[in-house]
């Protein structure tokens, strides 16, 4: 079964960095791109960056471009988020999603059909 699993969420300062995981398994990797969304409480999920599984071609939120990186491994079973610069208004539920074709965008939440269970960022001071 397809699964997508978040890791490397915490507690950091405002200013401060993460890096989070999403380990995938249950499917051909080569066959489906994934990307990163985030939600906060009271607030409606949105996109954070994702990556194509054809070429790696990257794409991000507008508002983040300049402090988050998305990359994957060579399988292509690993994909990283870099988050630096960290602001409190960044604290959410950052989610791993698979989307059902080889590219991908973040503009809109309801196009992947594979979601991990969420991993906690909280930046405070």
């Known amino acids: 079964q397809v699964q997508l699993v978040e890791s490397g969420g915490g507690l950091v300062q405002p200013g401060g960095s993460l890096r989070l995981t999403c380990t995938t398994s249950?499917?051909?990797?080569?066959?489906?791109?994934i990307g990163w969304f985030r939600q906060a409480p009271g607030k409606e999920r949105e996109g954070v960056a994702c990556?194509?599984?054809?070429?790696?071609?990257?794409f991000y939120a507008e508002s983040l471009r300049d402090r988050v990186t998305i990359s994957r491994d060579f399988s292509k079973t690993t994909v990283w988020l870099q988050m630096d610069s960290l602001k409190p208004e960044d604290s959410a539920v950052y989610y791993c999603?698979?989307?059902?074709?080889?590219?991908?965008?973040?503009?809109?939440?309801?196009?992947?059909?594979?979601w991990g269970q969420g991993t906690q960022v909280t930046a405070s001071s």
């Open positions: 999603a698979r989307f059902p074709f080889f590219y991908c965008s973040v503009s809109d939440p309801n196009e992947p059909d594979y």
């Open positions: 249950g499917f051909t990797p080569d066959y489906y791109a």
């Open positions: 990556i194509s599984s054809a070429d790696g071609k990257t």
